[in-house]
């Protein structure tokens, strides 16, 4: 689902992809697994920051395979960024809260201008596609951590 905005980023997690530049998350370590989801580079940029600091020799370009300490320092990561996104009130703290790395700043780029999105506007919106991404994230790291599985990223 695109955002009523005009948006053409897919800022949701999509299934069934074969190429293009999008990070798989998987737990069979395989690229274009039909298990896999997807997050458009550009928006899993913004979550980035949550998988570097659950791993010493987390690859942003490659393949990375999370085990149970590292799901379990994810899982952390991942419910402390979504506190963060509810505690996120107007654009200014949305634009802190999201700008992690200076990659993201690739994200904001691309929605404003590729997308024609005002951001000043449209925060809470995509603040709110944001978390739902982030929730999806974290119930596939704590399904892995119940079920004793590792969880593959694997970059474009």
């Known amino acids: ?87 996120i009130i107007d654009f200014e703290t949305f634009i802190k809260t999201i700008l992690t790395e200076p990659i993201v700043d690739n994200f904001l780029r691309e929605l404003e201008f590729k997308n024609k999105v005002n951001l000043k506007i449209n925060w809470n919106k995509i603040r709110n596609k944001l978390k739902d991404i982030n929730t999806k994230l974290l119930d596939l790291t704590q399904s892995c951590i119940k079920n004793n599985k590792a969880l593959w990223v694997l970059g474009i």
Do not use: C
């Not at 695109?2 to 190429?19: A, C, F, P």
């Open 1 to 87: 689902i695109y955002l009523d905005i005009g948006i053409t980023m897919n800022l949701k997690v999509l299934r069934n992809k074969k190429r293009g530049p999008y990070v798989a998350i998987n737990t069979t370590g395989n690229h274009w697994d039909d298990s896999s989801i997807f997050l458009e580079e550009a928006v899993f940029a913004v979550f980035a920051h949550n998988f570097n600091e659950s791993h010493e020799n987390f690859i942003y370009y490659g393949p990375t395979t999370f085990k149970k300490a590292e799901l379990l320092i994810l899982q952390k990561a991942l419910k402390k960024f979504d506190s963060e996104l509810d505690e």
